[in-house]
Structure formats: C-alpha cells, structure tokens
C-alpha cells in the first residue's frame, strides 16, 4: 500500500455505513428522524499546512474555515465544531484567533480533546452541521450535457504562501492564511446543483474527482476559469492544481442559472478515456497536491 489513495481504498471496506457515502464526498450525512445532520473532520499539521512561525491565530482559523467550507459543499448549516488540539509552549495566540473565527461565523465550540509531545503539531477539527434541502448535494450526481461552475478565481492562495514563505511583504496573504467558506452560497445552491465540492487540493483534481464520481468527462475551457488578477500569466497553470483556493465547485442542470455569483468553465461529457479534459486534452502531470 502506498499513498493517500491507496488508504482510502482500503478505508472503503470499513466504511460501508450508507452515510459514509463511500468515501467518496466531502462529509458524511445522517439521516436523524426528520433532520439530516453533516459531519466532516479535517488535520492540519505543522510545515505541511502552515508555515514554522506563522501566526497561530491565523491557523486557528484556518483550521475551522477549511471544515466549515466542507459544510459549505453540502449547503449545511454549521451547528458546532470539536477541537483536536496538540498543545504548544504558547496557546494564547490560537485561542484568540480560534475565538475570532467561532464569532465571526456564529458557531459553538462543542468540545474535543489536548494532547502533548514532541514532534510536528497537528491539529484537528470536526463539524457538525444541519442540511438545508433534500436531497444534500454529493460530488456524484452530475449528468452529461450539465453547465460547470466555480464561485470564484484561484491562485490567491498559492500566492500568499509564497509570499509568507519568501518574505514578500507586498503581496496580500490573506487567502491563504485566512480562508473564507463559502456558507452563504453553499445553502443558495444547494437546492439547485447535480453535483458541488469545495475546491482544496487544487481546481484539476478536485474537478477530476466530481468527474468520477458522477461517472461523466468534464471538459474544461482554460479562458473561461477565473484567476486573481496578480497571478502572472505563467503561473495559471501552477494555480490550477496548487489549491487552499476553497471555492465551490458545481454543476447545473442545462438552462439553470447560479442564485450566486459564479462563473460557467466547462460542461460534463459522456464518460471517456480521461475524466477530465483541458481545452480538449487530458492535462498532464500531477492534477494537485496528494498527501504521499
């Protein structure tokens, strides 16, 4: 066995419970009498997703603004949130940026567990969330001839944390520090959209992932897909698989409009050889950031 992949895989004959849908969405969902609830659970650790020395009010917020953008994709309303918290030589910084972020987005801290020891720290983050409709959107679902749409550019993030990391002091680094789910727009569409995820590890193989899921080919159009103005035109390639961008990703059925703010880059094919295509071909290399 090698890889995140692979795990998964494995993973998969564990998770047979129907609300695990496979492993294969952003959350699980359970039905509980006449509610359906959301959960989703996130790690984060240090060097990998922050940097040494960045602020740990910035990654406290991180922290809960990548797990509730997972609520997001399922257009679920946050109900509470449970820390997995490695303790450090300093916790006031986290805890004032972690208070900041359960205020800004009106959501209770539930409880969870510390630990100590040597090492890398890792933190991690469970959700818990209220679906808004029925049925809650997957990544499976989308159906050829569908309209593929994302909320926003990307690239502002992969910016940022070049700009932490080299010390560019004139570059905004608030994308990559600071991310914000997109909540609102999650529970607008979610009654409407086939298919929707949050775009995390890269726009490429987040939306080669929503291909397979839905068994379909998304064709994408390179001059269609928004980008932060700052981004140099050489980069657009790194930015589409660099990720931490944390907009959604979804389709509609053909003649349906967003309710939101959001751009059309592709449409969904039949199934083909390849789940994804860029301006007509399969893209090369790695489509984005893997955890091998």
């Known amino acids: 066995m090698a890889g995140e992949a692979d795990f998964i895989a494995a993973l998969r004959g564990l998770a047979t419970h129907p609300g695990a849908r496979g492993l294969a969405d952003d959350c699980a969902v359970l039905r509980l009498g006449s509610e359906t609830l959301v959960l989703t659970h996130d790690a984060m650790v240090e060097g990998v997703h922050w940097l040494p020395g960045q602020d740990p009010a910035d990654i406290a917020w991180k922290l809960v603004a990548t797990n509730l953008s997972d609520l997001a994709a399922k257009g679920a309303g946050p109900l509470g949130v449970l820390l997995g918290y490695a303790l450090g030589d300093d916790d006031s910084r986290f805890l004032e940026g972690l208070h900041e972020v359960l205020r800004v987005y009106d959501v209770p801290l539930l409880g969870g567990d510390t630990t100590g020891g040597a090492g890398r720290r890792t933190f991690g983050l469970t959700a818990l969330g209220r679906a808004t409709c029925d049925p809650v959107p997957a990544r499976s679902g989308a159906n ?32 990559f520090r600071r991310p914000v789910p997109r909540l609102a727009e999650g529970r607008a569409l979610a009654p409407l959209v086939s298919a929707m995820m949050d775009v995390s590890d890269g726009l490429l193989i987040d939306a080669a992932r929503l291909a397979q899921a839905s068994a379909v080919t998304l064709a994408l159009d390179l001059s269609l897909i928004p980008v932060v103005p700052a981004l140099p035109a050489d980069r657009i390639d790194d930015a589409l698989r660099w990720g931490d961008d944390y907009e959604l990703l979804f389709t509609l059925p053909a003649g349906i409009a967003p309710p939101v703010a959001a751009h059309c880059i592709g449409r969904a094919l039949v199934q083909a050889n390849h789940p994804l295509l860029l301006d007509g071909n399969p893209p090369a290399g790695t489509l984005g950031y893997l955890h091998d």
């Open 144 to 175: 050829v001839g569908d309209s593929l749409w994302l909320t926003g550019p990307v690239g502002a993030a992969m910016l940022g944390f070049e700009a932490l990391r080299y010390g560019l002091g004139d570059v905004d680094t608030t994308a």
